[in-house]
Nanobody, 117 residues
Framework: QVKFVESGGGLVQAGDSLRLSCAGFGRTFSTMGWFRQAPGKERDFVASINFSGGITSYADSVEGRFTISRDNAKNTVYLQMNSLKPEDTAVYYC????????????WGQGTQVTVSS
C-alpha cells in the first residue's frame, strides 16, 4: 500500500522557519510535490522535485523562501520554509506529481502550518 505521512508543522511567528518532512511508504515516485490548502480555498501547488533533485519548481508566492529537497535512500521529501508569512498558513500535503499537478489518490493527512503576525 502506498501512503505518505507529513510532519513538521506547527505554530510560528512571521519571519520564522519550519522544515516539513514527507515520508513515503510502498514505492518511490520520480517526481514529488508539496501542496497546501488554506481555509476556504482550493489546494494549491507549492513546489516539486524530480528524482535526482536536479530539477525543482516553485510557486511564485514561495520562490526564494522555500526549498524542496529529497533523500531517496529514506524515501523522504522535505520542504524548508524560511521567512514565513501569515499567508503561508495552511495544511501542507505531499504527493507524487506531474509538474504542478498532483497524481490523484495519494493524499495523506497533511501537516498544519500556522504563521502568526
Amino acid at each position: 500500500q502506498v501512503k505518505f505521512v507529513e510532519s513538521g508543522g506547527g505554530l510560528v511567528q512571521a519571519g520564522d522557519s519550519l522544515r516539513l518532512s514527507c515520508a513515503g511508504f510502498g514505492r518511490t515516485f520520480s517526481t514529488m510535490g508539496w501542496f497546501r490548502q488554506a481555509p476556504g480555498k482550493e489546494r494549491d501547488f507549492v513546489a516539486s522535485i524530480n528524482f535526482s533533485g536536479g530539477i525543482t519548481s516553485y510557486a511564485d508566492s514561495v520562490e526564494g523562501r522555500f526549498t524542496i529537497s529529497r533523500d531517496n535512500a529514506k524515501n523522504t521529501v522535505y520542504l524548508q520554509m524560511n521567512s514565513l508569512k501569515p499567508e503561508d498558513t495552511a495544511v501542507y500535503y505531499c504527493a507524487p506529481s506531474r509538474g504542478s499537478q498532483a497524481l490523484s489518490g495519494y493524499w495523506g493527512q497533511g501537516t498544519q502550518v500556522t504563521v502568526s503576525s
